[in-house]
């Protein structure tokens, strides 16, 4: 186990590696990699989570926690790299809009309609240009709120792996039960306080969807 989970941890190590390479150059060899790595990454958590059961007892506890922790950054991997590719493709998406309004070509009128032509003509161009501001800003925010969201779900379930380590580590040292019922309410909280979080920041994003199109 400890030789697969040391391997595991190398590749992560490449992944991040790749990350800065993309950022500094957009190719999608490199992209493709990571996806190969993380692929990768995944396959060799569940092999890890079959291996924890050989683990002696006493040890089993570190162990599982070593492998959450993987698991949990390769979660954020993964995010990180569709967050890049959702940006990537809004910016293939402006730049073909840019290029269809520029090869676009406009008819020639009479002279006497010309001016009120032009005026329809830059308030058609304002309009689009709103348009797409307003276009890109309720993505960017979809993104946003769909990435906190996600880190949110991240957390609860690694309070929730957490909780479980505790209470097995617990009855491993013989805790009261006054001190697990603090701790499963402790959890409860934590649990509310997220549902409150993630409620807000859907209020958040719907009036601001509502306030830019409106």
Do not use: W
Request: a neutral charge; aromatic letters at 6%; glycine letters at 6%.
């Amino acid at each position: 186990m400890e030789a697969l989970y040391h391997q595991t941890n190398r590749v992560l190590q490449e992944i991040e590696k790749n990350f800065q390479k993309l950022n500094s150059q957009e190719s999608f060899e490199v992209e493709n990699d990571i996806q190969t790595q993380i692929t990768t990454v995944k396959t060799n958590c569940d092999r890890l989570d079959v291996l924890l059961y050989k683990v002696p007892v006493s040890q089993r506890p570190s162990a599982k926690m070593r492998v959450d922790q993987l698991k949990y950054d390769v979660r954020h991997l993964e995010n990180s790299l569709q967050l890049y590719r959702e940006k990537r493709q809004r910016k293939l998406n402006e730049m073909s809009e840019r290029e269809q309004l520029l090869s676009h070509r406009f008819t020639a009128n009479s002279t006497e309609g010309a001016p009120e032509t032009c005026l329809d003509m830059d308030h058609a161009l304002q309009h689009h240009s709103q348009l797409g501001n307003a276009h890109q800003g309720v993505d960017e925010m979809i993104a946003t709120g769909g990435n906190i969201l996600g880190s949110l779900i991240n957390q609860r379930e690694t309070l929730k792996g957490a909780q479980r380590r505790i209470l097995a580590i617990g009855s491993t040292l013989g805790l009261s039960n006054h001190t697990m019922k603090l701790i499963e309410r402790r959890f409860s909280e934590d649990k509310y306080i997220m549902l409150v979080g993630m409620a807000i920041t859907l209020l958040v994003i719907g009036f601001v969807i509502y306030f830019i199109v409106f």
